[in-house]
């Protein structure tokens, strides 16, 4: 089955401990993302990658890395999480060649930092 | 500053009759604009894209209007069915399609 898995699923921290967020997707994607969605914001793009090595920022990228060191996998990382930082995140791919070919989205990591 | 704005947060439709969903965006640069809904405790999903050279695109029982004048466009949805009742998000992205803009969703309840 084609999906983007992420994990973990829920996840509750406290200030500063480092955290990674993994997504793994199986469609041989070059495209992948990261997205938060906050109530009243809607989802705001973090960081992306167009392939292996290759990342680059969104709109909102204080405070979270990424590395794409292999294809389908693309881990978020916060390295001193901020309670501003508790939010719904997203994990999407696609096929680069196609511009509005469809991302498909994983099921969401909800992250509280307290 | 928000660039995609969806202004309606919410919108109540009986079924079988139409849903229109609206949005509005500032930047001119932008080239695609694709819709997707999203469940309760799941990640979006597409439905729908329509690129700036077109100004309608059809899909079954959804169509997406593009005004580029009033940098507006609009999902309709004929008939309506429960099922649809989700948050509906519209995106819009530039030629290069790998930076992308949300709106902040509208929440359709469909009724039976």
């Known amino acids: 089955e084609a999906q983007v898995t992420q994990n973990p699923r829920y996840l509750i921290t406290v200030t500063g401990k480092k955290l990674t967020v993994t997504c793994s997707q199986n469609?041989?994607?070059?495209?992948m993302s990261w997205y938060r969605q906050d109530p009243g914001l809607g989802l705001r793009q973090i960081y992306y990658?167009?392939?292996?090595?290759?990342?680059d920022k969104g709109d909102v990228p204080e405070g979270y890395k990424v590395s794409r060191k292999e294809k389908r996998n693309f881990p978020l990382i916060l390295e001193s999480p901020s309670p501003n930082q508790t939010s719904l995140y997203f994990c999407?791919?696609?096929?680069?060649?196609?511009?509005?070919?469809?991302?498909?989205f994983g099921p969401g990591t909800r992250l509280t930092v307290l | 500053d928000q660039q995609v704005k969806q202004n309606s947060p919410s919108l109540s439709v009986q079924e079988g009759r139409i849903s229109i969903l609206n949005c509005d965006y500032t930047?001119?640069?932008?080239?695609?604009f694709l819709w997707y809904k999203k469940y309760p405790a799941e990640g979006p999903t597409f439905l729908i894209s329509?690129?700036?050279?077109?100004d309608k695109n059809e899909d079954g029982r959804f169509t997406v209007f593009l005004n580029k004048s009033a940098k507006h466009l609009s999902l309709h949805i004929v008939p309506s069915q429960p099922g649809d009742s989700a948050v509906y998000f519209c995106?819009?992205?530039?030629?290069?399609?790998?930076?992308?803009?949300f709106g902040t969703g509208t929440s359709l309840t469909v009724i039976p």
């Open positions: 469609m041989n994607h070059e495209y």
């Open positions: 329509i690129s700036s050279i077109k």
């Open positions: 990658s167009m392939n292996v090595e290759v990342t």
């Open positions: 995106a819009a992205s530039g030629n290069t399609g790998n930076q992308f803009y």
């Open positions: 999407a791919s696609r096929k680069l060649a196609g511009v509005a070919d469809e991302q498909f």
């Open positions: 930047n001119s640069m932008f080239d695609y």
